[in-house]
């Protein structure tokens, strides 16, 4: 895996120490595949080198940046230090069953982190809290929640449309 790529891209997805192989390897692919920056905040429940993951990743792991963050408090020194305009640094947006904003009804902008936690536990209230925004992808009672990896590419895709559809316009989104 590589150091971060020093242009800023549309979007970073952070993955909250994640521990099933698979959807992260599916979630990296995925960044590769759309332009997306990625960030891992550890510790992971598997080893980076899991066959699992690398199997899931293919070799479109190779064309990715990927920031790796020994915990949470080490991300947000760096996301602190990821400056938008003069003044903000980026926002984080999580993804979660707790939220009470749609995802299609949030407004994406530029530099946004989408933040997914754990398949097995989400997020703590302190990961929860120090989020800028939050979304919810609505599902139908009495069903709890999606793979992490279906929600990611969701809301990505969503947050990805919205951008491009600003840029086309010249209307910046805003929340």
């Known amino acids: 895996m590589s150091e971060p790529q020093s242009q800023q891209r549309p979007l970073t997805l952070a ?3 994640p521990d099933i192989p698979q959807n992260c390897g599916t979630m990296l692919r995925m960044c590769a595949c759309l332009g997306v920056d990625a960030a891992i905040i550890e510790p992971a429940g598997f080893p980076v080198s899991d066959r699992h993951f690398r199997r899931a990743g293919m070799d479109y792991l190779d064309a990715l940046a990927i920031a790796r963050h020994v915990s949470f408090a080490a ?3 760096w996301r602190a230090a990821q400056i938008v305009d ?3 640094c980026r926002r984080l947006v999580l993804l979660s069953t707790k939220a009470a904003v749609a995802y299609t009804q949030f407004a994406f902008r530029p530099g946004d982190i989408l933040l997914v936690g754990r398949e097995s536990a989400g997020v703590p209230d302190a990961v929860h809290a120090a989020a800028d925004h939050r979304v919810l992808i609505p599902i139908q009672p009495p069903l709890r ?4 990896a279906v929600a990611a ?3 990505t895709g969503e947050a990805l449309r919205q951008i491009a559809l600003a840029d086309a316009t010249g ?3 805003t929340a």
């Open 15 to 17: 993955l909250y120490q």
């Open 75 to 77: 991300f947000e020194a």
């Open 86 to 88: 003069s003044t903000t």
């Open 145 to 148: 929640s999606l793979n992490v």
């Open 153 to 155: 590419a969701m809301v």
């Open 171 to 173: 209307n910046g989104a």
